[in-house]
């Protein structure tokens, strides 16, 4: 069931990289690379706040480049809920814009917190890799149920380091438009 929307493929969605998205960027101290921070909203997605706040948690301990940070107000990355038999997906730019839609029925069957930080490792640009092992996040649910682990592995917390080593100047130019990437 999860895996039918795999590969849903590119919807041509206009760029939604807005002035105020790119004035999120903020700078650490001057020996250190900037971070970028990339505000988040729950409000429309109340029944999973918490798992995703563990799964953007997991996120931050595990890059330096990038940061979220949960705020409704102005977020570029909203996360939603509800019934769809495709499951959950990412609609994102793949550099922190987009909507994450987590699904209540595959959110019974698979571990919430990894369905959330898999689908926030797409909005990092992270494409999915569902032939991989559970230690790998973006094998979604490739692994199947039983798999609970919502932390990326060391390749894939280089992988957003360098997607993320320019702040929100995209270093990847295909990222114009919004994709659709599943769990
Ligand atoms: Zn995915």
């Given amino acids: 069931m999860s895996k039918k929307f795999a590969l849903a493929g590119a919807v041509a969605l206009a760029l939604t990289m807005t002035p105020l998205a790119a004035g999120t960027a903020s700078a650490a101290t001057e020996q250190q690379a900037a971070v970028t921070t990339v505000y988040y909203s729950t409000a429309n997605a109340p029944t999973f706040r918490s798992v995703i706040n563990a799964g953007a948690a997991n996120w931050n301990n595990s890059v330096t480049n990038v940061r979220l940070v949960e705020r409704n107000s102005g977020a570029s990355l909203r996360y939603t809920e509800g019934n769809d038999p495709r499951g959950s997906y990412a609609s994102t730019n793949g550099h922190g814009s987009g909507t994450i839609f987590i699904d209540y029925t595959q959110a019974r069957q698979y ?42 592995n060391a390749t894939e917390r280089a992988r957003v380091n360098s997607l993320w080593a320019n702040g929100l100047v995209a270093t990847d130019q295909r990222r114009v438009h919004e994709t659709i990437y599943g769990f």
């Fill in 111 to 152: 571990n919430p917190t990894r369905i959330a930080a898999h689908e926030t490792g797409h909005a990092l640009g992270l494409p999915d890799h569902y032939s991989g092992p559970c230690s790998e996040l973006m094998s979604g649910g490739g692994p199947g149920p039983s798999c609970t682990n919502a932390f990326p």
